[in-house]
């Protein structure tokens, strides 16, 4: 297989991320970039394209972790160097991360087992170690989970990675470019972490037929001959690789004036972005943006250029609030706070004079194979594999069929529907109501799923519980149980003074109790049963502060709606809950009430994910007022189907959502046959419930009830809410 990479300067379009990129090789204290799109669009491409342009490290001679002869790391694990030291040249590492990595593979282990038995103390160094002053490529960031990614961010803002294992300590220099890759579809990166990536990027495939032909003409040029097509950009590739070193060399010149200055800070404050970080990354983008255009002061149009990189992904205040900026909102902010006097014109022969763009002969721009595509173009490299799919337009959302109904049938007056023979009325999607923090919800028992934040699971984080005999490599140690198994057997092995003999067989690791991540799996009824009563606004409300709850706990979410004479599977499980919220805003209601219809899809729906993810425990959220309708036993056919269910082990709760001063309770009736319990709307609010157990404590001693804490978790179902 060739090792030749797809070049950078042929990478048609994506103005935007090769911009981002760039300035990042020119300035690693930029922060990194996160690349946001759909599928198919060049990102690792992109990325990896990157790592070829950069100039070769030196490097002390068999240091593992590529310590500078210059300036070696003085805590260097494979130091002291001293100096005059032998040194190597190197090529830039690009480390890519793997979705499943483990946190001792990221930073680095201690063998245990070998300290412990042998008393060697051995280091392997991990993933950080190799990246050290390279790029570090994690594609799918989103996926990974939240400790790792913070521990990779953390690392970057510090320079230097640290291992700590029962009071043995390693540390060792950690600079390196972070560049994460994510599809949003999947879910979205949480903005604690989002604000450690100093840019972000939005990619898209280009519309244009004819700009998509040039990405697809040039993708199966490279697949047919890599080295022959690389070979035809390599003069382009060999003039922007000096443009980023010329770069480099004039940046610790470049002038960021006060008026400058003034103009970050002001556009930072009229967007309220949370903390200065945004304030500094941007500062050190325009100056990376005024060396890469050849200049030795800082002009607004960098300010500007800056900011549209560093703050959108800054912005977001609510779990469900896409990236953006308002671009005439920037402008007029730079024009209330410009200075005209501030404004250096360009050296017309330095890097940014003619033909010195990102899109120049020096640039991504033409060459032999063409024109290059537009500023929203398509990619010029498969996504991962380097398929030809490049470019492709993005499929449509799984189950977005859903969203328009499904047929209903003759419906009842009371169910939106016209009666006998005439097809039901359609209720136009009404707006849902404000979220608020609800009740906590969790699956009973103890799970072994991924860790999050609902219900109780054995995690490799978390509090230890007690100590077993591994099964296989030793994970952790448990310094306490080991001693106690090693103690009995002192005399027996011959001991001598006070060192105590090991082996093997005493070792004993840490289990530990923590919280696990489950799948919220919400079955909404969504007839005309539902909307009549004008309840949609409040159970959209409760079902979206459900999906918030849900965001913050690191669930993945799955929505089954029925109406009419089925259900649907209107989302596949997936953590993006933003989609869910989407899907819930478009949902339309309106005809009969299939309740066995929509338990059973469930059914199926968790039968399927069960073979995908073992370990992920279900959690069924039954969204209803358990009126059935349509067929000869409508109840019994759901009561029969919410049987299957608990027959099963389901966890389930029913949320119910009957109103008015006549009530069936139905809902109670189905939350029996699913063995879980019934929470009205009105107590679904974690402060209302919060309210009530107060106002019980109060009464029962004696007291006034007053306010206090709220959220109370794992409270009681109030036994006058419970199935008989």
């Not at 610790?252 to 004036?257: A, E, K, N, S, Y």
């Amino acid at each position: 297989m060739s090792d030749a990479r797809y070049p950078f300067t042929a990478i048609a379009g994506l103005d935007d991320l090769r911009l981002a990129l760039l300035l990042n090789a020119v300035s690693p204290a930029v922060g990194g970039v996160l690349v946001r799109g759909e599928k198919g669009t060049a990102k690792s491409t992109a990325v990896r394209a990157l790592a070829a342009l950069l100039p070769p490290v030196a490097v002390v001679a068999g240091c593992r972790f590529a310590c500078d002869p210059a300036a070696p790391d003085p805590r260097c694990p494979d130091g002291p160097h001293g100096p005059g030291a032998a040194a190597e040249v190197r090529p830039t590492p690009l480390v890519e991360l793997p979705v499943g990595v483990s946190e001792d593979r990221i930073v680095g282990s201690l063998d245990l087992e070998r300290a412990l038995a042998d008393g060697v103390k051995a280091y392997e160094p991990g993933l950080l170690a190799a990246a050290h002053r390279g790029v570090l490529y994690v594609d799918e960031v989103n996926l990974l989970q939240d400790h790792v990614v913070d521990l990779l961010l953390d690392a970057a803002a510090m320079g230097r990675s640290h291992v700590e294992r029962e009071g043995v300590s390693v540390q060792h220099a950690a600079r390196f470019l972070p560049v994460g890759t994510m599809n949003p579809e999947e879910g979205e990166l949480r903005p604690q972490l989002l604000d450690r990536f100093g840019l972000t990027v939005e990619v898209a495939a280009t519309r244009d037929p004819a700009e998509r032909a040039e990405v697809v003409r040039r993708r199966l040029a490279y697949d047919a001959d890599p080295e022959g097509f690389a070979a035809r950009w390599e003069q382009e590739e060999r003039a922007l690789a000096g443009r980023i070193t010329a770069a480099r060399e004039l940046l610790p010149r470049v002038v960021l004036t006060d008026a400058a200055l003034r103009q970050v800070t002001a556009v930072c404050a009229a967007f309220e972005v949370d903390g200065l970080r945004a304030d500094i990354v941007t500062a050190r983008t325009a100056v990376a943006l005024a060396a890469w255009a050849g200049r030795t002061r800082v002009a607004a149009e960098d300010v500007r250029t800056a900011a549209r990189l560093a703050l959108p992904h800054r912005r977001r205040r609510n779990p469900f609030d896409a990236p953006g900026l308002d671009e005439e909102r920037l402008d007029e902010t730079l024009r209330q706070h410009a200075d005209g006097d501030d404004e250096p014109d360009p050296d017309p022969d330095g890097p940014g004079g003619p033909g010195g763009g990102p899109d120049g002969p020096d640039g991504s721009g033409g060459g032999p194979d063409g024109p290059v595509g537009g500023s929203d173009g398509g990619p010029g490299g498969g996504e991962r594999d380097g398929g030809p799919q490049d470019g492709a337009p993005a499929e449509s959302p799984a189950g977005a069929s859903a969203l328009g109904g499904t047929p209903a049938g003759a419906g009842t007056p009371a169910e939106g529907g016209r009666g006998p023979g005439h097809a039901p009325r359609e209720a136009s999607p009404a707006p849902a109501g404000e979220p608020y923090r609800t009740r906590v919800l969790r699956v009973p028992g103890l799970g072994r799923g991924t860790q999050g934040r609902r219900s109780r699971a054995e995690t490799g984080g978390g509090r230890t519980v007690r100590a077993r005999r591994p099964a296989g490599p030793l994970a952790g140690l448990h310094l306490d149980a080991t001693l106690r198994a090693a103690a009995p057997h002192q005399r027996a092995r011959g001991r001598t003074g006070t060192a105590l003999v090991l082996r093997r067989g005493d070792l004993r690791e840490p289990v530990r109790e923590g919280r696990e991540s489950n799948l919220v799996l919400f079955v909404l009824d969504a007839s005309g049963s539902m909307a009549a009563r004008q309840r949609t606004a409040a159970v959209r409300g409760a079902v979206l502060s459900l999906l918030t709850d849900a965001y913050q706990r690191r669930d993945k979410v799955g929505l089954v709606v029925f109406r009419g004479s089925g259900a649907e599977l209107a989302l596949p499980p997936t953590s993006s809950v933003e989609a869910g919220a989407a899907r819930l805003e478009a949902l339309p209601t309106g005809g009969r009430t299939p309740l066995a219809a929509g338990l059973l899809r469930a059914r199926e729906v968790l039968r399927l994910e069960r073979l995908r993810d073992p370990r992920r425990r279900p959690l069924l959220v039954v969204v209803t007022d358990g009126r059935a309708t349509g067929g000869a036993d409508p109840l019994g056919d759901a009561l029969r189907a919410a049987g299957l269910l608990a027959a099963q082990g389901t966890a389930a709760v029913v949320l119910d959502c009957e109103s008015g001063p006549v009530r069936l309770g139905l809902a109670a009736v189905v939350a029996a046959a699913l063995g879980a319990p019934v929470v009205a709307l009105e107590e679904l609010r974690a402060e209302g419930v919060a309210a009530l157990v107060r106002s019980a404590r109060a009464a029962s001693a004696g007291l006034p009830a007053s306010p206090g804490r709220t959220g109370l978790p794992d409270l009681p179902t109030p036994p006058s809410r419970k199935a008989a």
